[in-house]
């Protein structure tokens, strides 16, 4: 993970033999109001990294103001905050809780539903039908050796 251009994040993450769609939580470790750019590969191929699959983006970690605070405590259910998320455009925190919900429920026809709508909102509805599988926990370090990159 980036942030500017340094290196600021590195991770190796160990997938489990089940294959499905995994969800890796970064919110904790950014600092508030700052860009980062993530890249994630997956290593098929050690011999040859450029032949790995990479996918990027961008994500910002947001401090919430006041009003947004108040509709968050005072949701009820988990499907009021998830709502909340996404009228607001907090689109990691949307597709993380649903996604959690969902794979604590995977038989509730609603939460299929909201899941594929999410995920077809945002031209990925390919992948609303692969699982959501348990597969690890990231311990995400600061990168020690961290040093600007050109």
């Given at each position: 993970m980036y942030?500017?251009?340094?290196?600021?994040y590195k991770q190796r993450i160990p997938l489990s033999?089940?294959?499905g769609t995994i969800s890796v939580r970064l919110d904790r470790l950014l600092d508030a109001n700052k860009q980062y750019r993530s890249f994630f590969s997956v290593s098929i191929n050690p011999q040859s990294p450029s032949q790995n699959p990479v996918v990027g983006g961008k994500i910002r970690r947001?401090?919430?103001n006041a009003i947004l605070n108040r509709q968050l405590k005072a949701t009820v259910s988990k499907r009021e905050r998830i709502a909340i998320y996404a009228r607001n455009g907090i689109w990691h925190a949307t597709i993380a809780e649903l996604a959690e919900l969902h794979r604590a429920n995977p038989k509730d026809v609603s939460l299929q539903a909201d899941w594929s709508s999410l995920l077809n909102s945002v031209g990925l509805g390919s992948l609303a039908e692969i699982p959501l599988v348990d597969c690890c926990t990231p311990n995400l370090k600061p990168y020690l050796n961290s040093q600007n990159i050109t």
């Amino acid at each position: 993970m980036y942030q500017g251009d340094r290196f600021v994040y590195k991770q190796r993450i160990p997938l489990s033999k089940t294959p499905g769609t995994i969800s890796v939580r970064l919110d904790r470790l950014l600092d508030a109001n700052k860009q980062y750019r993530s890249f994630f590969s997956v290593s098929i191929n050690p011999q040859s990294p450029s032949q790995n699959p990479v996918v990027g983006g961008k994500i910002r970690r947001i401090v919430p103001n006041a009003i947004l605070n108040r509709q968050l405590k005072a949701t009820v259910s988990k499907r009021e905050r998830i709502a909340i998320y996404a009228r607001n455009g907090i689109w990691h925190a949307t597709i993380a809780e649903l996604a959690e919900l969902h794979r604590a429920n995977p038989k509730d026809v609603s939460l299929q539903a909201d899941w594929s709508s999410l995920l077809n909102s945002v031209g990925l509805g390919s992948l609303a039908e692969i699982p959501l599988v348990d597969c690890c926990t990231p311990n995400l370090k600061p990168y020690l050796n961290s040093q600007n990159i050109t």
